[in-house]
C-alpha cells in the first residue's frame, strides 16, 4: 500500500461548523424548497377544491376563490388538472430540476389566462405571475440535470396514476349525495368512474348541472394520464451510466497499482456502475444512481493522494443532477477523506470479516463446531477444489455459471457493495472458485457438483468473497467447507488474506449479548435480532465469527440525518432486497445462462496504456 491521507484535507476538518456546513455535498437551494413546497400545497388545495363541493363554502373559501377553477364543470376539471399537475412537479422542483422549472413557467401564464378567461379573477392572475416570476427571478438555481431512467417509467406512471385516478374517482362521484339519482352501487359507481375517465357517460347519474362537472372532472383525470403517460413514453431517454471499454482498462490499470488497499476494490468493475476520474487519471470514483441517490461503495479506487480529485469530480457530478451523495462501506480511511474533504458525516454501518491465512488453523477448542462439520460432511463422501477461473475449461464455467444462476434463492441477483454480478467472465480470470462434488452419487443436471463459491481479487496477496450458492438438496455445511478448503488452498495462490462477509452492527450485536449491557444497548440488540427474520443481520455475524477473523470497520458516509431513510431505501434496492421496479412475469422472461458480454478482454498492453 502506497499513499498517506492527503494532509492539506485535514484542515476542512477543523473548520467551524458553519463554513462546514457550506462544504456538504449539493443541496437545493432555499428558492426551489419553497417554490415546490408552495405548489405541493396549491396542488392540494386545487383537487379540494375541485373534488367536494362544500370545500367552496367553507371557511377556506376565500383561498379557494383565487385558485384555479372553483365553480363550474369546467372549472373543476381545470382545478383538478392544475392541482395534479402541480403535485407531479412539486418534487422536481424541490430538487432544482431544470425540466421541471419550464415545465411550470409554461402552465403558471396557462392558468393565469385560465382565471381571467373563465374566471374574471384579477387575484388568481396575479398570484400565477407572483410565482411565475419568482420562478424567474431564481432561474439560475434550477439547472439539476435529467436523472438515468428508461421506458419503464412510462409503465409505472401508467399503473401508479391509473390507480390514483380510480381511487380519486370514486371520491368525486361519491362527493354529491344530495344530487345523486336513487342508490348506485359500489360497482356501479366504480364502472361511471372506468367510462369517464375514457370520456363517456356511465351508470350513474345526477340531478342539474352535477353530471357535467362529475363527467369533466373524470375527463380531466383520463387526460392527463394519457398525457403523462405518452410524455414518459416518447420523450429522450436517459439510461444509467455503465461503464465503458476504456472506463473497465483504466479501473483495471488503477487496481493493478492499487488494488491491495481495499477489499471492495475489484468490485468497482461491476459493469452497472458509472466512474468519475480525478484530472490526473490517478484514482476514480465508482457509483450507481439509485432513486436520486448517487451511492458509491467502498473506498475511492487508485492512488490516496489523487483521492480528493476524483472525490471532488463525484460531488461535482451530484451537484449537476442534484443527486444525494451517499458512500457505502467504505473503509476508516476512506471515511476520514470523504469527512474531510466534503464536509460530510460518516457513521460505522459495521464490520467486515478478514481471515489473515497464515493464522488459520482448524485446531483448538474455539474451531471445535467447524472442524467438525468439515469432518462430518467430508466423511459423506464430498470432495473440494479449488482453481482460478482461468484454470476452468469452458464447459464446466458454463456448469457452474448455470448452477450459480439456478440455486440463487431470489428472482433478482443481490449485491452491489460487495458483488461482482458475474462469475466466469474471460475478463476476471484471476478469480477464485471453490467447489464442491460428491462423486458417489448419480449425476444431476450439473454433474456432481453441489456448491460454489466465488473470490474476487484484493491486490495480488488477497481475495474477497463474492457469492456463495449450494445445491438445496445437499448436505448442510456446503459454505463451511468451502470456506475452509479455500483458507487451506490459499498459501499456494499466493493468497495471505481473505475478507468475507460482512456484518452489518456487528458491535451492537456483540456487545449486547455480553453481561453487564445496559437496557438502551440490549434493545437495539433485540430490535437487530428481530430485523434479522428477514435481513439476515445476526445469521451473517455468527457465520462469520466462527472463522475467528480480524474485524475491519465500515463507514457510511453521507450529508444529513434526514437522507438517511432515503439512503436506507436506496442501499436495499441497490442491494437487491427491495425492488420498487416492475419486472417482467417471470414467464415472459428470456431464459438464458450465458454469462453478460464482456466489453473486451482486458490484456496485459490494455492496462499498462491504462
Known amino acids: 500500500m502506497s499513499g498517506a ?48 363541493p362544500r370545500f367552496r363554502h367553507s371557511r377556506m373559501h376565500a383561498i379557494a376563490e383565487v385558485l384555479p377553477g372553483s365553480t363550474g364543470p369546467f372549472a373543476a376539471a381545470l382545478s383538478l388538472s392544475a392541482g395534479v399537475l402541480l403535485l407531479l412537479l412539486a418534487h422536481g422542483l424541490k430538487r432544482g430540476k431544470r425540466r421541471a422549472w419550464r415545465a411550470a413557467v409554461v402552465l403558471l401564464p396557462a392558468g393565469a389566462v385560465a382565471q381571467f378567461t373563465y374566471r374574471h379573477s384579477v387575484v388568481g392572475v396575479l398570484i400565477s405571475l407572483v410565482l411565475l416570476a419568482t420562478l424567474l427571478h431564481h432561474r439560475d438555481q434550477f439547472t439539476a440535470l435529467p436523472d438515468p431512467r ?88 436517459h439510461p444509467a451510466a455503465r461503464l465503458t471499454e476504456d472506463d473497465e482498462a483504466r479501473l483495471r490499470g488503477l487496481l493493478a497499482k492499487h488494488g491491495g ?24 470514483v465508482t457509483y450507481r444512481v439509485v432513486s436520486g441517490v448517487m451511492l458509491a461503495s467502498g473506498d475511492p479506487i487508485g ?41 460530510l458525516d460518516a457513521l460505522e454501518l459495521g464490520d467486515e470479516a478478514v481471515v489473515d491465512v497464515p493464522d488459520f488453523s482448524l485446531a483448538g477448542r474455539a474451531m471445535r463446531n467447524v472442524r467438525q462439520m468439515v469432518k462430518r460432511i467430508e466423511r459423506a463422501g464430498y470432495e473440494t477444489r479449488v482453481r482460478r477461473v482461468r484454470d476452468l475449461g469452458e464447459t464446466e464455467l458454463d456448469r457452474i455459471r448455470r448452477a450459480a444462476d439456478d440455486w440463487r434463492g431470489t428472482d433478482t441477483e443481490r449485491g452491489f457493495s460487495m458483488a461482482l454480478g458475474r462469475v466466469g467472465d474471460p475478463a476476471d480470470g484471476d478469480c477464485l472458485v471453490a467447489t464442491a462434488h460428491k462423486t458417489d452419487e448419480e449425476p ?20 474477497s468473497l463474492d457469492l456463495m450458492r449450494r445445491d438445496r438438496s445437499a448436505d448442510p455445511g456446503m459454505n463451511e467447507l468451502l470456506i475452509v478448503a479455500a483458507l487451506q488452498a490459499a498459501p499456494k495462490f499466493g493468497i495471505a488474506r481473505v475478507s468475507l462477509n460482512f456484518a452489518m452492527f456487528r458491535s451492537a450485536l456483540a456487545r449486547g449479548e455480553k453481561i453487564g449491557a445496559g437496557p438502551v444497548l440490549r434493545a437495539w440488540r433485540g430490535l437487530l435480532v428481530f430485523l434479522s ?78
Open 533 to 610: 427474520r428477514w435481513f439476515q443481520i445476526e445469521s451473517l455475524y455468527k457465520f462469520n465469527a466462527k472463522f475467528r477473523p480480524r474485524w475491519e470497520p465500515r463507514f457510511v458516509v453521507y450529508r444529513a440525518s434526514a437522507d438517511l431513510p432515503r439512503l436506507g431505501i436506496a442501499a436495499m434496492q441497490a442491494e437487491g432486497f427491495v425492488n420498487l421496479a416492475l419486472p417482467l412475469p417471470r414467464f415472459l422472461r428470456r431464459r438464458t445462462h450465458a454469462p453478460r458480454p464482456c466489453p473486451h478482454r482486458v490484456t496485459e498492453r490494455d492496462v499498462q496504456a491504462a
Open 150 to 237: 428508461s421506458r419503464w417509467r412510462a409503465l409505472a406512471n401508467f399503473v401508479l396514476m391509473g390507480a390514483g385516478s380510480l381511487a380519486l374517482g370514486l371520491i368525486i362521484v361519491s362527493a354529491h349525495p344530495n344530487t345523486l339519482v336513487g342508490d348506485p352501487s359500489l360497482v356501479d359507481r366504480i364502472a361511471h368512474v372506468l367510462y369517464g375517465l375514457f370520456g363517456f357517460e356511465g351508470p350513474v347519474d345526477y340531478h342539474g348541472n352535477t353530471s357535467w362537472t362529475v363527467a369533466f372532472s373524470l375527463g380531466a383525470l383520463g387526460w392527463i394520464t394519457a398525457v403523462t403517460t405518452i410524455y414518459l413514453a416518447f420523450r429522450p431517454e
Open 5 to 52: 491521507v492527503p494532509q492539506r484535507s485535514s484542515r476542512v476538518g477543523q473548520l467551524p461548523s458553519r463554513v462546514r456546513h457550506l462544504l456538504r455535498g449539493p443541496r437545493p437551494e432555499a428558492a426551489p424548497l419553497l417554490v415546490g413546497r408552495a405548489c405541493a400545497l396549491v396542488g392540494l388545495l386545487d383537487i379540494a377544491a375541485g373534488v367536494f
Open 444 to 463: 444431476g443436471e450439473y454433474g456432481d457438483l453441489k456448491a460454489i463459491l466465488h473470490f474476487v481479487p484484493w491486490g495480488t496477496d488477497g481475495v
Open 303 to 343: 492512488d490516496v493522494e489523487a483521492w480528493p480529485g476524483a472525490i471532488e469530480r463525484f460531488m461535482d457530478e451530484a451537484k449537476a443532477h442534484s443527486w444525494t451523495p451517499a458512500v457505502m462501506g467504505c473503509s476508516e480511511t476512506g471515511a476520514e477523506v470523504w469527512t474531510r474533504e466534503t464536509g
Open 261 to 284: 488497499r481495499d477489499s471492495l476494490g475489484h468490485f468497482a468493475l461491476r459493469r452497472d456502475k458509472a466512474v468519475v476520474f480525478s484530472p490526473s487519471g490517478k484514482a476514480a
